[in-house]
């Protein structure tokens, strides 16, 4: 009768350590990677750097303007006259733009990773 009773205890035992909360060092370690706001933080600034180089590569809006001229073979009053320009440069400063912001998202990219290192060694130890 004693076995039973034991080997019943030890049955409820190990189903029990079954549903335990069991993680190892590498699931904690990427929670707190996904919950430091630090890093969340971070991350979201890398985003807007690459953003704002992206947006700094493109062609400068173009102007718009209007002016009068008296002087002339004008018959109507209201003779007016518009101009639209647009600059650009050379097109072989985008490609160098182009692979400064790839360097710059990599060197950002390194930076974010160091960190990272830095916070979850903080962590692991």
Known sequence: MNKHIVFAICGCLFFVSGFSQNRNLEELLAEIEQNNTELQG????IES???????????????LSGYYLPFGDNTADTYTEYQISQSFEFPTVYAARGKWNDLRSEQLQ???TKRRQLVLLNAKE
């Open 42 to 45: 971070y991350q979201s600034y």
């Open 49 to 63: 750097q690459q953003l704002e180089n992206k947006s700094t590569n493109n062609l400068p809006d173009p102007q």
């Open 110 to 112: 390194t930076a974010y």
